[in-house]
């Protein structure tokens, strides 16, 4: 089992909160901080204090752009709770409602996410095994915090917690370990009785004496050794083969084919017919195994994970996946190991002694030291150099476009590490509730932004994906077009990833869980009722609130012409838009967001009078009919398969959306609109089938609705009976362009002068067959139906056929008459249309009246 | 034996159920070579070819799907089918993978050709399997297929189409499908010509409009009249699409026509004094700098206008082409001098550039130019212009090409600077094309000051090169790649203070599609130009344009 560490970097949270032990900053802020999305995002990053000094020094001047977001869009601090490395790679995706964690031996760079050999473990807060996990790294967390005593990362852990308060709980033995208070070691061989069966190890090492394998050797007593020694591991390598040769066990040594660097750490033990792994940040060293960091100053922070699994399961965890394709282990001699050199890892070019240095609003810079400095020392962007009066710069500074800071001697010279200067403004910005995007939608003008209608669309264009040939992955898209490509799928392709990177995807998944979604975030039930003073909820018995709070005083604001027409044409893209198939790219929840904020925008259209009726209800067509189906098409819903019809009306039944979109149906053809004919046959196959699945309701909030919708009360019943009339109803000519349409004959129902009985007179077109064509049969049957009477005469040229049930059947066929043997039940007529026969069946003489 | 571990995690059966259970890190990144690694590439593509040849795009080359396409969105309307592209999408790929099918049964034979079809990767195979009927596929997976890939921006550019969205006319409606401007007579000549040349084949009065399988013999009677290589038996529908390219319209920008009819004439004006030009990419980057530079369009502003705005495409890319070769050198050189596991700051220019510019002789036209790292730069300028003089600039652009060192990619730029400044003050739409910039790099014009302002210090080869590997390669380089991620295209990168390099080849990259194959082809198609063994020549029609274009 692999993982995909980077997928984790989605627009799902509002939290990111990192440990490493290095960091690269351009790799994260160019590919991880952007699919993170757009504010709110607390993402805050703790760096062992060293590496974060040579990253930033590393970071050249004529590079500008790396680095540019650090402490501006997010935090990085480097902390050095302990003398040892901090050197704990923890990730926590959280939001409100859930989250997961990421614990391993990747750091924050590109090799430790994407391209080396690493093991993680992923906690997810949805799995009960898991969130006591979460919940224990967040004590860690605490402490870590706590002891780091820096304001902003201390405010941005508060704020995390806000972001997702169910990571508070009580903390309980869990997989995720740490070195804070007790050595790991210690944690991971609690219960395990020497002597073990086996004992597995690999990791880069960094022991210089092989001490931490010589203490784990002597207190598991393994009866078997299994070292995977990859490329480049740093350790002395006569000492450790002292200590495997002075172990009494049975060595066994493994390289890999090819011959990798493995920064994967795992120690695995199986004793007794039980196994445990351990996983994390800890290296085969003293300082990240055998020490506490709380009461050892020598002492590397570090967590990991411990699983008790399958004895098999131990070993077979040791073995890295390809690629390289073939990847193998291969047996090596324990002579191998005499060539092997701890290297020690280099000292930061400058000391760390400058934590962080932040803007103050008159520009001058506030510095945080962990040392005394000397006088004289000053403080450096590059630039300009300003002493210091206690931790603050004598002078604003000039020039604010330095990105870092440092402090420097008298003659000038770099004497402390580099930081990124804190810019606190923007910094809780980007904690900040999104903004309205200041892009509009395509068709609206900046001047609309000023109205209630522009700040309607602009408000439903900031938060849903309507169109997709609106969104920048469409649009980024169509600008490539102008480049060549030899691999035609590609566009597609990018487009789904940059529709996955848009801000307002993430709205999406957040629907489809256990709790309902829909109102609140798409249907906009606060602003309903802010619209509405009266409307209390979305149960309010209708009728209980005063006719004339619609109304209000003074002059009610409505948009001009040309601004009705735009209001108009973006709305009607947008439903249109609905039965788009690539919108589903996002999830198939993603059209019914856009319905259920569609239908809340019309709702509003109506109400305040935005739009004439009658364009509203053409935009509840449009619709109604692109979510549901339409004539002689698929709408959204018709074309899901049986789960995701399932997993869509699950979703609309814990909504009132359905009640809304009931209510606008039933406004558009309630009975005293005298227009709705005029529409109400194409609106039918979406009506039929949404009362069917339930995506049309008539209940109380479909009643307080229309009282909304037309200032008068309706009871949910008589909505209900409308909207199942509206359903059905037809009239002769609908009737009859339906049954042309559906036989291919020239169908008119007729109302020529017959006898009584025969309630239904139809001519067909002048060549059909009246007692040879099956589909007279069907037309018959259906016309009788239809206008529920017995008897009905088919005129075709000078022909002419006569039905009436339970009579038998006469027909002037070419000036000669014939008569049926036998009289026509309705059961006879309804077998033969089933069976497509037609009325020479009844006939013996059938062939010589046809000829 | 309890149980309970200390954790308080019990044994599980199913190992992939335990918490806490490591996995391997799985690599979420496509490496690959990736095109335009510097950013040089993008310049002539989205900034300068636009502005040359609006409209026309490097793989809309065949004049005969404007009309098919018109046909086809002309065919939907009138059959009413549902008013959106994703429906549009599905009919227009169906019916564009069985022109392919014609394409490749045409009895003209096109097997061996580069006919371009759209779907000729899935429709090839079929033909080649020997098949009697063809079952219904659609083209290519891709929304819209070949049109909404190659041909839906050029007709929308060209003022045929009304892409959806569009508010047509008096209506406050918009459109929620692509359909032809109804006041655009030009979209409608098209589609009723490609209708009248198919109108009586089997294939459309029996199949078009069915699910049925098709003959075989069907499609290649349909292949006689539809091929994309008959439209000289049409000339109705051929006169229709050059009226479509060249002749403006209410429905796009007066100055896109001007553009557009200025490169078909100018192409056809170089084809009428070198034949190849239309074939081979070199013998149209030379005549077109040959012309310029010996004032041979100087005979009519518009000819010289055009004849400056083409020779500023051929000087930027030929300035490209010399950085393409230090950058070639550079990611060579990296990976050579331990790049895999990285070069310190420190190091790098011992390691990196000290090799680009030992010791060497350039032999350009068989002058030796002896070249050391502490040679003045300006003093190579002189010496490579010296010893390129009389020359063609494409000559030295190949020579330098074949080199593939380094210095000779140096001393191409620097020529190349020196051939622009011989041209004297910028002959008018020089300045247009050559002061395109690129998001990351800078365009001719603004190179030129850059290297101009770096020269006038004196600086010797070494500096010279340095400067050139860290500016316009070495960071480019790494934020174009990580502005591409997960497509993994780094050929190196700043880890942990040092610049690892990554063996992804091909290491140069090339000159960018000028657009000379699409307007030869479109050229050739509308009447404009006959091909001949070795290239084209202009026909009595392409002459005529030339003379209304240029005088």
């Known amino acids: ?851 | 034996v309890t149980n309970e571990s200390p954790a308080g995690i019990g044994p599980a059966s199913l190992t992939a159920a335990v918490s806490g259970m490591p996995d391997w890190l799985e690599s979420t990144l496509n490496v690959t070579p990736g095109r335009d690694p510097l950013g040089f590439q993008t310049i002539t593509t989205d900034r300068i070819i636009p502005r040359l040849v609006p409209g026309v795009l490097a793989l809309s080359r065949r004049a005969r799907y404007f009309s098919f396409y018109a046909f086809l969105i002309d065919d939907y309307r009138r059959r009413e089918l549902g008013a959106s592209n994703n429906s549009l999408s599905t009919f227009i790929k169906r019916h564009e993978y069985e022109l392919a099918l014609a394409v490749e049964l045409c009895p003209v034979g096109h097997r061996n050709e580069a006919v371009a079809s759209n779907g000729r990767e899935r429709a090839a195979p079929a033909v080649s399997r020997g098949d009697a009927l063809f079952a219904r596929n659609e083209s290519v997976d891709s929304y819209l297929g070949g049109y909404g890939l190659y041909y839906r921006s050029p007709m929308v550019d060209l003022g045929l189409v009304a892409p959806r969205g569009t508010q047509i006319g008096e209506s406050e409606d918009v459109s929620p499908i692509d359909v032809l401007w109804p006041d655009d007579q030009r979209a409608a000549t098209l589609a009723a010509a490609f209708r009248s040349a198919i109108n009586e084949t089997e294939y459309f009065r029996h199949y078009f409009a069915s699910d049925r399988d098709i003959p075989r013999d069907v499609l290649r009677d349909y292949a006689r009249v539809a091929c994309l290589c008959r439209l000289e038996d049409f000339p109705h529908e051929r006169q229709a699409l050059r009226e479509a390219l060249l002749v403006a319209s209410a429905t796009q920008p007066e100055e896109d026509v001007v553009r557009r009819r200025e490169a078909f004439a100018f192409l056809t004006w170089l084809a009428a004094q070198d034949e190849r030009v239309v074939r081979v990419d070199q013998a149209f980057r030379d005549r077109i700098w040959d012309v310029h530079e010996a004032g041979l369009t100087n005979t009519s502003d518009t000819l010289r206008r055009t004849g400056a705005r083409w020779a500023a495409l051929i000087a930027k890319e030929d300035a490209q082409e010399g950085i393409s070769s230090i950058w070639a050198r550079v990611c060579a050189t990296g990976l050579a001098a331990n790049g895999s596991n990285g070069i310190s700051a420190a190091d790098l220019d011992a390691a990196l550039i000290e090799p680009l510019v030992a010791p060497a002789f350039l032999e350009p036209f068989g002058v030796p130019i002896p070249i050391e790292p502490t040679l003045e730069s300006g003093k190579l300028r002189a010496s490579i212009l010296a010893a390129a003089a009389g020359h063609a600039l494409e000559d030295l652009r190949e020579w330098a090409v074949r080199d593939g060192s380094a210095l000779a990619g140096l001393a191409l730029l620097l020529a190349v600077d020196g051939r622009v400044e011989a041209l004297g003050d910028p002959a008018a739409g020089w300045a247009e094309i050559a002061a395109q910039d690129g998001e990351w790099q800078p365009g001719l014009t603004h190179l030129r000051l850059l290297l101009a302002e770096h020269l006038r210090t004196g600086p010797d080869v070494r500096t010279t090169m340095r400067w050139l590997v860290r500016s316009r390669i070495v960071w480019p380089h790494e934020l174009i790649a990580y502005s591409k991620l997960p497509q993994s295209t780094f050929r190196f990168r700043w880890e942990s203070g040092r610049l690892r390099f990554y063996d992804l080849r091909p290491e140069r990259f090339g000159l960018t599609d000028n657009r000379r194959d699409a307007l030869g082809r479109l050229g050739a198609d509308i009447g404009l130009l006959e091909w001949t063994p070795t290239g084209a020549i202009p026909t009595t029609e392409g002459r005529a344009l030339v003379t209304e274009v240029f005088g």
């Not at chain 1, 790294?137 to 990362?153: F, G, K, N, T, Y």
């Not at chain 1, 997989?175 to 086996?198: K, M, Q, S």
């Not at chain 1, 068709?443 to 209630?452: I, K, M, Q, R, S």
């Not at chain 1, 005029?678 to 229309?706: C, E, I």
């Open chain 1, 1 to 851: 089992v692999t993982l995909r560490v980077v997928a984790s970097f989605d627009r799902h949270w509002t939290v990111f909160w990192a440990t490493t032990y290095t960091f690269e900053l351009p790799f994260f802020e160019s590919f991880l901080l952007p699919r993170l999305g757009e504010p709110p995002l607390n993402a805050t990053i703790l760096v062992d204090a060293k590496r974060l000094a040579d990253a930033v020094q590393d970071l050249a001047g004529d590079t500008p752009w790396r680095g540019a977001r650090a402490n501006r869009d997010y935090l990085v601090r480097g902390v050095a709770p302990t003398r040892g490395a901090f050197h704990p790679k923890t990730y926590f995706f959280g939001n409100y409602r859930t989250g997961v964690l990421l614990v391993g031996s990747g750091n924050l760079t590109m090799s430790g996410l994407e391209s080396g050999k690493e093991a993680f473990t992923r906690f997810d807060a949805a799995d009960p095994a898991d969130l006591g996990s979460i919940h224990a790294w967040r004590d860690w967390m605490e402490s870590l915090v706590s002891v780091i005593a820096d304001d902003a990362v201390t405010d941005r852990w508060r704020n995390a917690q806000l972001r997702a308060p169910w990571i508070v709980g009580r903390s309980e033995p869990a997989a995720f370990v740490d070195n804070w208070t007790r050595p790991i070691l210690d944690t991971f061989l609690d219960g395990v009785e020497a002597p073990v069966d086996e004992l597995h190890l690999t990791a880069p090492f960094y022991d210089e004496h092989a001490n931490a394998v010589r203490t784990l050797v002597e207190r598991a007593a393994p009866r078997r050794i299994s070292v995977l020694l990859a490329r480049d591991a740093s350790v002395h390598g006569p000492a450790l083969l002292d200590v495997l040769g002075r172990s009494g066990a049975e060595v066994t040594l493994h390289g890999l084919e090819p011959d990798l660097f493995v920064h994967g750490k795992l120690i695995g033990v199986v004793w007794q017919g039980r196994g445990r792994l351990l996983s994390g940040s800890a290296n085969l060293s003293g300082a990240a195994l055998l020490r506490a960091a709380s009461a050892d100053p020598l002492a590397n922070v570090e967590c990991g994970a411990i699983a008790d699994v399958d004895p098999e399961a131990v070993g077979m965890a040791f073995l890295p996946p390809p690629p390289p394709p073939g990847l193998r282990l291969t047996e090596r001699t324990l002579d191998s190991l005499s060539s092997l050199r701890f290297v020690r890892s280099d000292d930061a070019g400058h000391p760390p002694h400058l934590r962080s240095a932040a803007w103050l609003e008159d520009r001058r810079i506030r510095i945080d030291v962990s040392v005394t400095i000397d006088a004289g020392v000053r403080l450096s962007n590059g630039t300009i150099t300003t002493a210091l009066q206690g931790p603050v710069t004598e002078m604003p500074f000039a020039d604010d476009t330095g990105r870092f800071a440092w402090l420097v001697d008298d003659a000038g010279r770099q004497v402390s590490n580099k930081v990124a200067i804190d810019e606190p403004a923007r910094l809780q910005l980007a904690l900040a509730e999104p903004r309205e995007r200041s892009d509009r939608p395509a068709g609206v003008e900046a001047a609309d932004l000023e109205t209630p209608v522009g700040q309607m669309l602009a408000r439903l264009h900031s938060s849903c994906i309507f169109d997709f040939d609106e969104t920048p992955a469409a649009q980024r898209g169509r600008r490539s077009d102008t480049t060549e490509s030899e691999d035609p799928e590609f566009w597609d392709r990018l487009a789904r990833e940059e529709l996955r990177r848009d801000p307002r995807a993430a709205r999406y998944h957040q629907l489809g869980g256990p709790t309902p979604m829909l109102d609140g975030i798409f249907l906009d039930i606060a602003l309903m009722l802010e619209m509405v003073p009266g409307l209390e909820g979305p149960h309010r018995l209708p009728g209980s609130h005063n006719e004339g709070d619609r109304s209000g005083t003074g002059n009610r604001w409505t948009p001009d012409r040309r601004l009705q027409v735009r209001l108009f044409n973006v709305l009607a893209r947008w439903c249109t838009a609905l039965a788009d198939p690539r919108l589903e790219w996002n999830g198939v929840l993603t059209p019914v967001g856009n319905f259920a904020a569609l239908l809340g925008a019309l709702r509003e259209c109506w109400i305040r009078d935005y739009l004439p009726e009658p364009r509203v209800v053409a935009l509840v067509g449009v619709l109604l009919t692109a979510f549901v189906r339409g004539e002689g098409r698929p709408g959204f819903l018709s074309r899901q398969d049986d789960d995701h019809r399932a997993e869509v009306l699950a979703t609309l039944a814990t909504s009132v959306t359905p009640s809304i979109a009931g209510a606008l149906v039933y406004a558009a053809v309630r009975p005293a609109q005298k227009d709705f004919l005029s529409f109400l046959f194409a609106w039918q196959p979406a009506l039929t089938d949404g009362l069917k699945s339930d995506v049309l309701r008539a209940d109380f909030t479909t009643a307080s609705t229309v009282e909304e919708l037309i200032g008068s009360p309706v009871s949910p019943a008589a909505i209900g009976q409308r909207l199942a009339w509206a359903s059905t109803y037809t009239n002769d000519e609908h009737w009859s362009e339906t049954v042309s349409r559906e036989t291919r004959l020239q169908v008119v129902l007729t109302s020529a002068a017959f006898a009584a009985q025969f309630g239904a007179t139809l001519r067909v077109g002048p060549e059909v067959d009246l007692l040879g064509d099956p589909r007279v049969v069907r037309i018959v049957w259906r016309a009788l139906a239809y206008r529920r009477t017995q008897g009905c005469i088919v005129e075709s040229g000078p022909n002419r056929l006569s039905v009436r049930l339970g009579d038998v059947v006469a027909a002037r066929i070419n000036g000669a008459t014939v008569v049926s043997d036998d009289p026509l039940t309705a059961e006879r007529l309804e077998a033969m249309a089933m069976a497509g026969a037609p009325f020479a069946e009844l006939f013996w003489v059938s062939e010589e009246v046809a000829s």
